[in-house]
């Protein structure tokens, strides 16, 4: 065995055990609704995005396909669920089925299209896709509403019981246990042999494919998944704020969903989780601080965390620990 496929293995065996510490984000996100329901709509951008993030962070993080157009997926699930409920069937249910089946649909066939591809040529083209797929929305005003968007995106009860209710408790839950799926199945994914092969890809392709692994076709699958789950956000989004517009489309929902991930720290999974977070609470903050100024403290918050925190929050933190547990 190679030292690179020994090294990978061992990172496999080490992360698939569940530690104590790795509860505590759900205990924080379950006291964020116990303790600021005021706040549930903050707390569901939060949980939205961090799905969001980890979607990216399967395609980026662990298989090392550069992309700017993850937006794509997102899009295309909240325009999905829109569709579906303009067509009266407010089901969150099928919403969501529809959602995940179109982003899916999406992904491999672009995936098909584009993972033969490295580097510039495939960001380009990744980017290429949502901007052609943001100009259809724009122009088919008979289906997406345009510049206008879909309005009165409002879900049926989920189970005929729970009403998606103005506070925003049942879209809080709902949001949370699809995140919570949602990051089982990567998990999963991350600390299974698929993914011990598409760190191996990230770290070299050509060595991977040389010893029989199937690289493009692992590439694929991945791309797969990751956008059904990116389409699931869109449908979360579709059915929190009840309107979908081009901005789901857009090229700065990639970028924004790119520096959470460089933020918490990018190839595991924790990492999508804190950064994310992280960067929406301080948007909310900053914005209510300061209305006209608020992105250059984002940014300068980012530069400092990019320029001291290699590996993001969490490889800091990693630094900090290390550091604690030395001088003990």
Known sequence: MTPLAQRLRDEAAAGSRWRIIEVLPWLIFIAFYLFFESRLALGNAVLVMVLFTISLDLVMGYAGVATLGHALFFGLGAYTAGVLVASGLPDPAIGLLGGIAVAALAAVLTGLLLLHLQGNTLLMLTLAFLMLAHEVANKWTSVTGGDDGMHSVSPGPWFGVFEFDLQGHTRYWYALVLLFVVFLIARMIAHSQFGLALKGIRENPARMHAIGVPVRRHLVMIYTIAGAMAGVAGVLSA????????????????????????????????????????????????????????????????????RFGKGGLLGLLDRLVARFRGQG
């Open 239 to 306: 059915h929190s704020n009840g309107f979908v517009g081009l901005e789901t489309l857009s090229i700065a929902l990639s970028a924004n969903c790119l520096v959470m991930l460089v933020l918490g720290g990018w190839g595991r999974l924790y990492g999508a989780v804190v950064g994310a977070t992280v960067y929406v609470v301080m948007q909310h903050l900053a914005s209510n601080w300061n209305p006209s100024h608020w992105m250059f403290i984002v940014g300068a918050s980012m530069i400092l965390v990019v």
